[in-house]
């Protein structure tokens, strides 16, 4: 079954800088790509997703890049906040099954004023 | 805005005791699921329904059955709980036609004594 990686445990970055979240995968019939967060104490939140159909998806200061030959993808926040800081959970599986899409164990992005 | 509410929020239970975790969903989704989220672990998915009536064995499902009464409620139900059974466990809801993403509830927290 699919396997999904995140390599950073914990990110810190300062207040304005970029940060860049990693994720690899093991299946390569894994064409949906959602990432999460959840603040101290919450519950998850959808943030941004991609399909494999494209490599880069974009939406406000969050981009989503997607290698499917290297089977990872990323999580690029630029101009990061305080209100950023939270735990970013990247996801894989089939598009059609949510129920298969695994879960990475989390990254804890720590914004430093 | 979607909406899924968890009851109880928190709950201290016996080993060897019954606990009904309960979900409901006013998003009008097919597909409801129980994940429980632990440190280290990430966020795994213990059982799953695709409507009223329908329960299936997610990737984590020993320990645990579940029931979907209506299209609104999900129930995740411990009828021996264990210490290590002692996690927080998220309820979700989500549909093919919102994308598969998935809306969570708060959070339930368990602890198993």
């Known amino acids: 079954g699919e396997k999904v990686e995140q390599h950073q445990s914990t990110l810190s970055v300062r207040e304005g800088d970029s940060a860049v979240i990693n994720c690899t995968y093991t299946?390569?019939?894994?064409?949906?790509f959602p990432w999460y967060k959840q603040e101290a104490g919450k519950s998850l939140h959808f943030v941004i997703d991609?399909?494999?159909?494209?490599d880069r998806k974009q939406s406000q200061r969050l981009t989503v890049l997607l290698d499917k030959k290297a089977k990872r993808f990323s999580l690029h926040i630029t101009a990061t906040q305080p209100e950023d800081s939270a735990i970013y959970f990247c996801?894989?599986?089939?598009?059609?099954?949510?129920?298969?899409?695994?879960f990475g164990k989390g990254t804890h992005l720590h914004v430093l004023p | 805005e979607a909406a899924v509410t968890q009851s109880p929020r928190n709950k201290v239970a016996v080993t060897g005791g019954k606990v009904t975790l309960s979900c409901n969903q006013t998003?009008?989704?097919?597909?409801m699921y129980w994940y429980r989220q632990d440190t280290g672990h990430g966020l795994r998915l213990i059982h799953y329904?695709?409507?009223?009536?329908?329960?299936e064995k997610g990737d984590i499902p020993d320990g645990y059955k579940a029931s979907r009464p209506s299209q609104e409620n999900f129930s995740l139900i411990l009828e021996l709980a264990t210490p290590s059974q002692t996690s927080v466990y998220f309820c979700?809801?989500?549909?093919?036609?919102?994308?598969?993403?998935?809306?969570f509830g708060e959070g339930s927290r368990l602890i198993v004594v």
């Open positions: 979700a809801s989500g549909d093919v036609g919102t994308g598969n993403t998935l809306y």
């Open positions: 998003n009008n989704h097919n597909n």
């Open positions: 996801a894989a599986g089939p598009d059609t099954n949510a129920y298969k899409v695994i």
């Open positions: 991609i399909r494999s159909n494209v």
């Open positions: 329904s695709y409507g009223a009536g329908s329960t």
């Open positions: 299946d390569t019939a894994s064409s949906y």
